[in-house]
Protein backbone atom coordinates (compact mmCIF):
# COMPACT_ATOMS: atom_id res chain seq x y z
CA UNK A 1 0.00 0.00 0.00
CA UNK A 2 1.24 3.54 -0.92
CA UNK A 3 2.11 5.90 2.24
CA UNK A 4 2.98 9.50 2.32
CA UNK A 5 4.67 10.93 5.33
CA UNK A 6 5.54 14.48 6.18
CA UNK A 7 7.72 14.16 9.10
CA UNK A 8 7.67 18.10 9.88
CA UNK A 9 4.44 18.82 12.16
CA UNK A 10 5.04 22.46 12.22
CA UNK A 11 7.57 24.64 10.87
CA UNK A 12 8.11 28.59 10.79
CA UNK A 13 9.61 30.97 8.58
CA UNK A 14 10.40 34.78 8.69
CA UNK A 15 8.55 36.81 6.05
CA UNK A 16 10.76 37.19 2.94
CA UNK A 17 12.82 33.88 3.90
CA UNK A 18 12.65 30.46 2.29
CA UNK A 19 11.92 26.94 4.01
CA UNK A 20 11.21 24.28 2.80
CA UNK A 21 9.09 21.27 3.73
CA UNK A 22 9.69 17.57 3.39
CA UNK A 23 7.62 14.81 2.05
CA UNK A 24 8.49 11.63 1.38
CA UNK A 25 6.16 8.38 0.20
CA UNK A 26 6.23 4.91 -0.40
CA UNK A 27 5.12 2.77 -3.63
CA UNK A 28 6.05 0.02 -5.94
CA UNK A 29 4.68 1.69 -8.58
CA UNK A 30 6.36 3.72 -11.43
CA UNK A 31 3.55 5.91 -12.86
CA UNK A 32 1.76 8.46 -10.47
CA UNK A 33 1.28 11.95 -9.57
CA UNK A 34 2.52 13.85 -6.51
CA UNK A 35 1.12 17.06 -5.50
CA UNK A 36 1.21 19.60 -2.47
CA UNK A 37 -1.90 21.14 -1.21
CA UNK A 38 -2.29 24.30 1.12
CA UNK A 39 -4.69 24.54 3.95
CA UNK A 40 -5.48 27.87 4.98
CA UNK A 41 -7.82 28.46 8.16
CA UNK A 42 -10.66 28.82 5.85
CA UNK A 43 -10.32 24.98 5.61
CA UNK A 44 -10.39 25.06 1.92
CA UNK A 45 -7.70 22.99 -0.21
CA UNK A 46 -5.59 24.54 -2.20
CA UNK A 47 -3.49 23.39 -5.24
CA UNK A 48 -0.13 24.77 -4.78
CA UNK A 49 1.95 22.15 -7.38
CA UNK A 50 1.88 19.08 -8.86
CA UNK A 51 4.72 16.81 -10.46
CA UNK A 52 4.30 13.77 -12.55
CA UNK A 53 6.39 11.11 -11.80
CA UNK A 54 7.82 10.46 -15.15
CA UNK A 55 9.20 14.10 -15.81
CA UNK A 56 12.78 14.62 -13.93
CA UNK A 57 12.40 18.73 -14.10
CA UNK A 58 11.30 19.74 -10.92
CA UNK A 59 8.12 21.31 -11.54
CA UNK A 60 8.10 25.64 -10.28
CA UNK A 61 4.69 27.69 -10.01
CA UNK A 62 6.11 31.29 -8.85
CA UNK A 63 7.65 31.04 -5.41
CA UNK A 64 6.61 27.37 -5.01
CA UNK A 65 9.37 24.50 -6.51
CA UNK A 66 9.83 21.07 -5.66
CA UNK A 67 12.50 19.01 -5.63
CA UNK A 68 11.78 15.84 -6.58
CA UNK A 69 13.81 12.58 -6.06
CA UNK A 70 12.33 9.79 -7.55
CA UNK A 71 14.64 7.05 -6.78
CA UNK A 72 14.96 8.42 -2.42
CA UNK A 73 11.36 9.04 -2.90
CA UNK A 74 11.28 12.52 -2.08
CA UNK A 75 9.48 15.39 -2.85
CA UNK A 76 9.71 18.67 -0.71
CA UNK A 77 8.19 21.74 -1.23
CA UNK A 78 10.15 24.79 -1.66
CA UNK A 79 8.60 28.36 -0.83
CA UNK A 80 10.57 31.29 -1.62
CA UNK A 81 10.23 35.33 -0.31
CA UNK A 82 7.56 33.68 1.96
CA UNK A 83 4.66 36.06 2.79
CA UNK A 84 2.02 36.25 5.56
CA UNK A 85 -0.57 34.76 3.09
CA UNK A 86 1.69 31.32 2.94
CA UNK A 87 0.62 30.73 6.59
CA UNK A 88 -1.73 27.45 6.40
CA UNK A 89 -1.34 23.70 6.20
CA UNK A 90 0.33 21.75 3.97
CA UNK A 91 -0.32 18.84 2.35
CA UNK A 92 1.81 16.46 0.50
CA UNK A 93 -0.21 13.84 -1.78
CA UNK A 94 0.27 10.72 -4.10
CA UNK A 95 -2.11 9.58 -6.44
CA UNK A 96 -1.79 6.28 -9.02
CA UNK A 97 -2.19 6.96 -12.15
CA UNK A 98 -5.20 5.32 -13.14
CA UNK A 99 -7.12 5.80 -10.07
CA UNK A 100 -8.86 8.51 -8.17
CA UNK A 101 -8.16 8.44 -4.95
CA UNK A 102 -5.33 11.17 -3.42
CA UNK A 103 -3.05 9.70 -0.56
CA UNK A 104 -2.51 12.14 1.88
CA UNK A 105 0.16 12.95 4.29
CA UNK A 106 -0.24 14.36 8.14
CA UNK A 107 0.38 17.48 6.90
CA UNK A 108 2.90 20.30 7.97
CA UNK A 109 1.84 23.46 9.37
CA UNK A 110 3.80 26.84 8.35
CA UNK A 111 3.82 29.86 10.92
CA UNK A 112 5.46 33.04 9.03
CA UNK A 113 6.05 35.47 11.06
CA UNK A 114 6.90 39.68 9.80
CA UNK B 1 -14.32 31.56 -12.59
CA UNK B 2 -16.54 29.32 -11.17
CA UNK B 3 -15.27 26.69 -8.56
CA UNK B 4 -16.61 23.95 -6.72
CA UNK B 5 -19.70 24.57 -4.70
CA UNK B 6 -20.92 22.27 -1.51
CA UNK B 7 -23.85 22.84 0.26
CA UNK B 8 -24.82 23.37 3.21
CA UNK B 9 -21.68 25.21 4.86
CA UNK B 10 -22.58 23.96 7.94
CA UNK B 11 -24.58 20.97 8.97
CA UNK B 12 -25.72 19.65 12.16
CA UNK B 13 -26.95 16.60 13.37
CA UNK B 14 -27.96 14.31 16.23
CA UNK B 15 -26.70 10.93 16.81
CA UNK B 16 -28.97 8.17 14.46
CA UNK B 17 -30.26 10.81 12.33
CA UNK B 18 -29.65 11.40 8.47
CA UNK B 19 -27.60 14.11 6.50
CA UNK B 20 -27.11 14.82 2.61
CA UNK B 21 -24.63 16.98 1.77
CA UNK B 22 -24.61 18.43 -1.91
CA UNK B 23 -22.11 19.11 -4.44
CA UNK B 24 -21.79 20.74 -7.41
CA UNK B 25 -19.05 20.91 -9.65
CA UNK B 26 -16.98 23.12 -12.19
CA UNK B 27 -18.92 23.75 -15.50
CA UNK B 28 -17.70 20.76 -17.83
CA UNK B 29 -16.57 18.60 -14.87
CA UNK B 30 -17.70 15.25 -15.61
CA UNK B 31 -15.48 14.05 -12.41
CA UNK B 32 -16.65 14.04 -8.51
CA UNK B 33 -14.73 13.21 -5.27
CA UNK B 34 -15.45 12.94 -2.19
CA UNK B 35 -13.18 13.31 0.94
CA UNK B 36 -13.71 13.52 4.88
CA UNK B 37 -11.20 15.08 6.92
CA UNK B 38 -11.48 14.52 10.73
CA UNK B 39 -10.81 16.72 13.50
CA UNK B 40 -7.02 17.60 13.30
CA UNK B 41 -6.54 14.64 10.78
CA UNK B 42 -5.31 14.13 6.63
CA UNK B 43 -8.60 13.95 4.42
CA UNK B 44 -9.61 10.44 3.49
CA UNK B 45 -10.74 9.39 0.34
CA UNK B 46 -14.61 8.09 0.29
CA UNK B 47 -15.67 7.57 -3.00
CA UNK B 48 -15.65 9.37 -6.90
CA UNK B 49 -18.03 9.19 -9.65
CA UNK B 50 -17.43 9.82 -13.21
CA UNK B 51 -20.04 10.29 -15.69
CA UNK B 52 -22.56 9.43 -13.36
CA UNK B 53 -20.61 6.32 -12.82
CA UNK B 54 -18.78 4.97 -9.80
CA UNK B 55 -15.43 5.49 -10.39
CA UNK B 56 -13.48 4.33 -6.95
CA UNK B 57 -14.28 3.72 -3.75
CA UNK B 58 -12.47 4.25 -0.80
CA UNK B 59 -13.33 4.18 2.89
CA UNK B 60 -16.60 4.65 2.77
CA UNK B 61 -19.33 3.44 5.93
CA UNK B 62 -21.53 1.34 4.37
CA UNK B 63 -24.23 3.75 6.13
CA UNK B 64 -23.06 6.04 4.09
CA UNK B 65 -23.71 6.43 -0.11
CA UNK B 66 -23.15 8.64 -3.01
CA UNK B 67 -24.54 8.93 -6.95
CA UNK B 68 -23.31 11.59 -9.08
CA UNK B 69 -26.34 13.12 -11.14
CA UNK B 70 -27.49 14.36 -15.24
CA UNK B 71 -26.34 17.57 -14.09
CA UNK B 72 -23.02 16.09 -12.89
CA UNK B 73 -23.48 17.44 -9.32
CA UNK B 74 -23.40 14.49 -6.66
CA UNK B 75 -24.92 13.99 -3.35
CA UNK B 76 -23.18 12.22 -0.51
CA UNK B 77 -26.35 10.63 1.76
CA UNK B 78 -25.20 9.79 5.18
CA UNK B 79 -27.96 7.63 7.53
CA UNK B 80 -27.47 6.35 11.17
CA UNK B 81 -25.16 8.99 12.17
CA UNK B 82 -22.41 8.51 14.48
CA UNK B 83 -20.70 11.26 16.76
CA UNK B 84 -17.25 9.80 14.82
CA UNK B 85 -18.76 11.02 11.50
CA UNK B 86 -18.17 14.69 12.68
CA UNK B 87 -15.60 15.92 9.92
CA UNK B 88 -14.95 18.47 7.00
CA UNK B 89 -16.43 16.64 4.07
CA UNK B 90 -14.76 17.72 0.53
CA UNK B 91 -15.97 17.34 -2.34
CA UNK B 92 -13.31 17.91 -5.88
CA UNK B 93 -14.04 17.61 -9.14
CA UNK B 94 -11.93 17.39 -12.15
CA UNK B 95 -11.94 16.90 -16.32
CA UNK B 96 -11.36 13.10 -17.54
CA UNK B 97 -9.46 12.57 -20.20
CA UNK B 98 -7.58 16.17 -20.44
CA UNK B 99 -4.25 17.52 -20.24
CA UNK B 100 -4.69 17.88 -16.43
CA UNK B 101 -7.47 15.35 -15.21
CA UNK B 102 -5.37 14.51 -12.33
CA UNK B 103 -5.50 18.36 -11.09
CA UNK B 104 -8.62 18.27 -8.13
CA UNK B 105 -10.30 21.16 -7.52
CA UNK B 106 -11.73 21.28 -4.45
CA UNK B 107 -14.98 22.78 -2.28
CA UNK B 108 -14.79 24.65 0.62
CA UNK B 109 -16.20 21.87 2.08
CA UNK B 110 -19.19 21.19 4.58
CA UNK B 111 -18.63 20.68 8.61
CA UNK B 112 -20.96 18.26 9.77
CA UNK B 113 -21.21 18.09 13.79
CA UNK B 114 -23.35 15.37 15.10
CA UNK B 115 -24.35 15.99 18.88
Known amino acids: AQTVTQSQPEMSVQEAETVTLSCTYDTSESDYYLFWYKQPPSRQMILVIR??????QNATENRFSVNFQKAAKSFSLKISDSQLGDAAMYFCAYRLLGTDKLIFGTGTRLQVFP | AAGVIQSPRHLIKEKRETATLKCYPIPRHDTVYWYQQGPGQDPQFLISFYEKMQSDKGSIPDRFSAQQFSDYHSELNMSSLELGDSALYFC??????????????FGSGTQLSVL
Open chain 1, 51 to 56: QEAYKQ
Open chain 2, 92 to 105: ASSLANSATNEKLF
